[in-house]
């Protein structure tokens, strides 16, 4: 069996990873990343890139050439409530370089990550390989086992990131404690093609308990529809004419363009969780982002804690590594850095998820289903000031991170 040694094993390449592998080999700790897919192409990825996000990326020197990368501005983060359209949140006035969110296939944003990364000596990303499990000695974690193009593989390092999303191999293998909050609402992932009299979309059109999303991809909508939780079943026993028609309630006209959906193998089923872990390491161990702490797709914060997490973890441990192991106190660090910014979103997802999607119709809407806007809604219209929490809220969050390690030469 293949034997590699590193400093840093990052099992997992999202953001959280990609992003945590950027820093430290930026200060030149040798870290290698492995994922397990041929490319980051992943069309269920969020697209959306935070202010905070754009911020990291100005203090690291890249924004300009990440914004060069065709994307989307959203200034205003808008929904239609039946007929009814509703601002929800304007970012304009947000005290960020960028006041926008900008929308960006996600695999673009972890290719443009990577390539940069590459310039460091210290950075290696092994593609096709993906963690089947811990190498554990006295009761701490020395490594990872993986497979590979070539065949079982060892990675021997002082340190393991999980960062393998919310099904991770790593947390389970570590046997770390996940904490389930639960989700009312399953998302139906698809797409269909733009037409030249599309306007932009509203981020979200709800319809009696059913909401849409629409995510401008340049040519093609990505869209995804809320339905009940484990309602796939049912959506699918009422045959593909219904859901098309279901859907057309949504979607801009004209309509033909549904027949595009030809088949059920274009509709990918995204199962919701909100989860954290009690705890996020052990003695050679730290999970970050989606394998410590599952987001819903509300808001499209996930990519955002993620890179939040990767900063703050560089923050506090780049220090460390460059005299010394990791110890427990200091992985520990990180979870207290980030506990509080991950409850807070979780906790405005699960009572936003309680009041609109906990009674989300098991039943399709039809034309003739009545949306009344609620009364938060409502007075976002009445008093356009209010606006600017939501999107503090979502653009910023709470205890945003900022680039505190330094870029040191090989």
Known sequence: MTTLRARVCVAGGGPAGVMLSYL???????????????????????DTVHPSTLDVMAELGLLDELLAIPHTEIHEVTAMIGATPVTIGDLTHLPTRCKYIALM?????????????KRYPAFRVMMQT????????NGTVVGVQATS???PIEIRAELVIGADGRRSTVRESAGLKVRDFGAPIDVLWFRIDKDLGDASAALGHFIG??????????????CAYVIPKGGYDAVRARGLPSFRAELALFVPPPAERLEQIRSWDGVRLLTVTIDRLDCWSKPGLLCIGDAAHAMSPM??????????????????????????????D?????????????????????????RIFRNVALTAPTADTQTPVPLPLR?????????????????VGPRPEHVRTPEVPA
């Open 130 to 137: 993906e963690v089947t499990g811990l190498l554990e000695e």
């Open 105 to 117: 296939p996600q695999w673009d944003l972890l290719n443009f990550l990577a390539s940069k990364g």
């Open 330 to 354: 200091d992985l520990q660090r990180v979870q207290r850095r980030r506990t509080f910014p991950v409850r807070f979103i979780q906790g405005l997802q699960l009572f936003a998820q309680d």
């Open 379 to 395: 007075l976002l219209k009445m008093f356009p000031i209010l606006r600017r929490i939501p999107a503090y809220v979502v653009g």
């Open 209 to 222: 308990g059913r909401l849409m999303v629409m995510l401008d991809r340049g040519d093609y909508w990505q």
């Open 299 to 328: 808001g499209g914060v996930g990519i955002n804690l993620a890179i939040q997490d990767a900063v703050a973890t560089a923050n506090i441990l780049v220090p460390v590594l460059r005299t010394r192991r990791a110890r427990e």
């Open 24 to 46: 430290l080999a930026r200060s030149n700790i040798d870290v290698v990343v492995l994922e397990k897919h041929a490319d980051f192409f992943r069309d269920f990825r969020g």
């Open 149 to 151: 193009p070539d065949g």
